[in-house]
């Protein structure tokens, strides 16, 4: 059946960077629109970034927009989410997820629901 490993995540000091990837398997997610979600310890699962099959819509909350960058590669079945000057407010375990949408220009961080979802990977930053 189709999934999506995540990998990339690990302990890092304040200020560094990150590179995580999703591979995905069992099918092509080059029409999904996929994206990053993140759940610290103890709150909501929020949205981090999301991108069309086509990379013509591209969002980011506010919270990481300017220091993180998401992109993907649709021959290599693969989202991946640069991650810049890092905080210790981004520690939690990051999602990756594929939503197939009928109009992917819509707005992602409202309605999200994810036909599919890794396992997620553990981000630290220590100040």
């Known amino acids: 059946q189709a999934q999506l490993v995540e990998s990339g995540g690990g302990l890092v000091q304040a200020g560094s960077s990150l590179r995580l990837s999703c591979a995905g398997s069992g099918r092509t997610f080059s029409s999904y629109v996929m994206g990053w979600f993140r759940q610290a310890a103890s709150k909501e699962r929020e949205f981090v970034a999301a991108?069309?099959?086509?990379?013509?819509?591209?969002q980011y909350a506010n919270s990481v927009k300017g220091r993180f960058t998401i992109s993907r590669d649709n021959a290599k079945n693969t989202l991946y989410l640069q991650m810049d000057s890092l905080k210790p407010e981004d520690t939690a375990v990051y999602y990756c997820?594929?939503?197939?949408?009928?109009?992917?220009?819509?707005?992602?961080?409202?309605?999200?629901?994810?036909?599919?979802w890794g396992q997620g990977t553990q981000v630290t930053v220590s100040s």
């Open positions: 991108m069309s099959g086509n990379g013509d819509n591209i």
């Open positions: 997820t594929a939503e197939w949408r009928s109009d992917p220009g819509q707005e992602y961080e409202s309605d999200w629901l994810g036909d599919y």
